[in-house]
């Protein structure tokens, strides 16, 4: 899931141990107003200090979490094409859904529950420092998080190594067309393949992480018009229209956050 800026909220995020490109994210919401999290392609790993163990399945469009004011949340984002492989279902089955862990995996949540348990109590009483609002504990629970997907990632042999040669050649814009052949698949091949590891075909993985390298481009002050034309889009109207279409509101919103 990525996240747009929110005043509601404090954020950090780290590199998983031992998952490739995979990230730890550690959040509170300090006020009432929901987070705005755009598609990117991944399945998320959550835990929320209120409801629990949850699965974020791949979004379509931007994604508005509301929490509760002192709720923190531990996710671990799978990048694309490999959260397939720890979760055990495939990524359409969770597409644009929130879902309760034990739903997927049944008996097998229990494991994981018992180590969070375990992380949260190792953690004592001062686990909240009033300097630190998300707390030292978040980072047991999210080793828990990863230990588990690691475990269940190499039971399963890894993740298909297809994805992650479709996800970074569309990262790069590559065409359509020219990804199928480069991965030794006709089209609609590459379609049939792209639903189970991506939650959907190449034409929107594409335009989602079009959309993410436009925004971290502008984000590094790259003017919007240039940004348009590095990322692909016919001009910075484009731009706008394919923002709106996938986040919900134009890019200036998303960067005035």
């Known amino acids: 899931m990525g996240r747009a800026c929110d005043a509601g909220e404090v954020y950090r995020q780290v590199p998983a141990a031992g998952i490739r490109e995979a990230v730890v994210w550690h959040s509170v919401a300090t006020g009432g107003s929901p987070t705005r999290v755009l598609p990117d392609g991944c399945l998320d790993l959550l835990w929320s200090s209120r409801a629990g ?3 974020a399945g791949p ?8 929490s509760s004011p002192g709720e923190r949340w531990v996710g671990l984002r ?3 094409g490999t959260g397939p492989a720890v979760l055990g279902v495939p990524a359409d089955a969770l597409l644009d859904r929130r879902v309760a862990l034990a739903d997927v995996w049944g ?3 229990a494991e994981l529950m018992d180590r969070i ?3 949260r109590s190792s953690a004592g009483p001062a686990r909240r420092p009033p300097d630190d609002p998300i707390g030292p504990d978040v980072e047991r629970i999210g080793a828990a998080l990863t230990a588990v997907a690691l475990t269940r990632l190499r039971a399963a042999g890894g993740p298909d190594p297809l994805g992650a040669r479709i996800a970074a050649r ?3 814009g590559g065409p359509i067309a020219a990804t199928a052949a480069e991965v030794g698949l006709g089209e ?3 379609r049939r393949r792209c639903q189970p590891l991506f939650g959907y075909g190449p034409k929107t993985l594409a335009r989602i992480l079009r959309m993410r390298r436009a925004l971290a481009l502008a984000r590094a002050g790259t003017p919007l018009a240039e940004v348009a034309a590095r990322a692909g889009y016919a001009d910075q109207a484009h731009l706008t229209r394919e923002v709106r279409d996938l986040a919900g509101v134009p890019p200036t919103r998303l960067l005035s956050g």
């Open 53 to 55: 163990l949850l699965v």
């Open 59 to 66: 979004d379509r469009t931007a994604h508005l979490s509301a």
């Open 78 to 80: 799978l990048p694309p």
């Open 107 to 109: 008996a097998g949540t």
């Open 117 to 119: 348990d375990a992380a």
């Open 170 to 172: 569309l990262a790069t």
């Open 188 to 190: 609609r091949a590459l």
